[in-house]
């Protein structure tokens, strides 16, 4: 069924495959039907443990027996706790909770405007983003996100932003118009179509931003909680960001976001200038705190990195004689299959052998598998798609 032919009271901002999940455990998803499903969508990058994990489920339980809600006027533990663990474990000093990836980057733009002020250049008013980059859906992280499709029948789009070719190094001398008070990346751009940043170009990009004073923010909320084989991918690349964003992961599947700024820079949000009533939600902070601590206390990453050298060494194998799949690209478990076909058709063939998956732009079939997986599950995912792809054929496109 297409969302069309289903009656439905929820607006169709979303046209759904045609599946009703009712119930989620480690790297599985059940329907309605009581059909199993393999996920390697990992709800897009955010049950990074797994669906339910149970230290998460037990302090969320816990939690709920205390108290839901907190307004920002009063203290919260959950919250100064949470924040703390982010401080220590990166290169940023302050935490600002929201609820959402846009909402972050939402957070993060209005801090880039008002330390231009505050440093005493109100002329810079413009943050540079990258083509094909994607930072949400809300008026200025859509305007944020250069991809025309995304703007389609929103004009007038916020001014403010300006788009230059990521992993560019002829335009870089483009990035300080004077005008400039920062740029905001994603390090693997994830929606676009799974394309990792050129280490050396961002090393540069660097450069010119800490040359100019203009604020390095990178967008963590595919990349970030251990999805990329550490904490953060930007930790991968030896640069130090003045700003990072964070969502998805962060909570394994509760709502919440989080945007981390340096001191000098986060020093600009004073009382009164930002806020979000449930940003930093005692629950949602709960499960924030003890998705963090699984992470950085089991292995989690380290098998990470080696299953994901090992599915990397899987697919090149596939695609050295199987001319449908034209390029692996990725970093950890955010892995992009460009393949020759209709991505659409490739997602429904691996949901019929019950593997979810997504697709990243128009050629490219997307991993995330849970950070959790076994070898086992790798192994079913690797024999499926060589199975999908005998089944195929060859294509000459
Ligand atoms: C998903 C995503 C967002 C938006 O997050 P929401 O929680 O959907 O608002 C922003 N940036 C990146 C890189 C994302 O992957």
Redo the contacts with the bound molecule.
């Keep these: 069924m297409s969302n069309t032919e289903v009656k439905s009271a929820v607006m169709s901002t979303y046209s759904r495959f045609p599946i009703t999940v009712v119930k989620g455990k480690g790297s599985h998803v059940w329907d309605e039907a009581g059909r199993t499903y393999l996920d390697y969508t990992s709800g ?2 955010t049950c990074n443990l797994g669906h339910v994990p149970d230290t998460v489920q037990e302090k969320l339980n816990k939690q709920l027996d205390l108290i839901w809600h907190c307004s920002n006027l009063y203290h919260n533990p959950n919250q100064e706790a949470l924040a703390e663990l982010l401080a220590e474990n990166s290169a940023l000093d302050k935490v600002f909770f929201c609820n ?4 972050a ?1 939402e957070a993060a733009i209005k801090l880039a405007k008002k330390y231009a002020k505050d440093k005493g250049n109100p002329e810079r008013i413009e943050i540079v983003t990258f083509l094909d980059s ?5 008026g200025s ?1 859509m305007a944020a996100t250069a991809q025309a499709k995304i703007h389609e029948g929103f004009s007038p789009i916020t001014p403010g932003f300006r788009y230059l070719p990521y992993n560019d190094c002829d335009s870089l001398e483009q990035i300080n118009n004077g005008k400039t008070t920062a740029v905001l990346l ?1 390090l693997v751009q ?2 676009g179509g799974v394309h990792p940043v050129n280490p050396s170009w961002l090393k540069q990009l660097e450069a010119v931003c800490k040359e100019n004073d203009i604020l390095l923010m990178i ?1 963590e ?3 970030g909680i251990g999805r990329t084989g550490s904490l953060f991918a930007y930790q991968q690349y030896d640069v130090d960001p003045d700003v990072i ?1 964070l ?2 992961g962060l909570a394994s599947g509760f709502p919440i ?1 989080a945007m981390l700024a340096k001191d000098n820079v986060s020093n600009s949000f004073t009382p009164g200038t930002h806020g979000s009533t449930f940003g930093g939600n005692p629950l949602a902070t709960s499960a924030g705190l003890a998705t963090l601590e699984v992470i950085l206390s089991e292995p989690i990453m380290v098998n990470v990195i080696e299953n994901s050298n090992w599915l990397f060494s899987e697919l090149n194998r596939l695609m050295e004689y199987e001319k449908q799949i034209k390029e692996i690209r990725g970093v950890g478990f955010l892995i992009g299959i460009e393949i020759a076909g209709d991505v659409a058709e490739w997602i429904t063939k691996f949901r019929n052998k019950g593997i979810l998956v997504l697709a990243a732009g128009p050629k490219t079939i997307r991993i995330l598998p849970p950070l959790t997986t076994t070898k086992e599950e790798l192994e079913t995912f690797v024999n499926t798609f060589q199975a999908l792809l005998n089944e195929t054929g060859e294509y000459t496109a």
Excluded at 100 to 103: C, I, K, L, N, P
């Design positions: 897009i990058a959402s990836g846009a909402e980057n994607f930072h949400g859906r809300t992280a994603e994830g929606e967008d909320i595919q990349t964003t969502a998805k976001g």
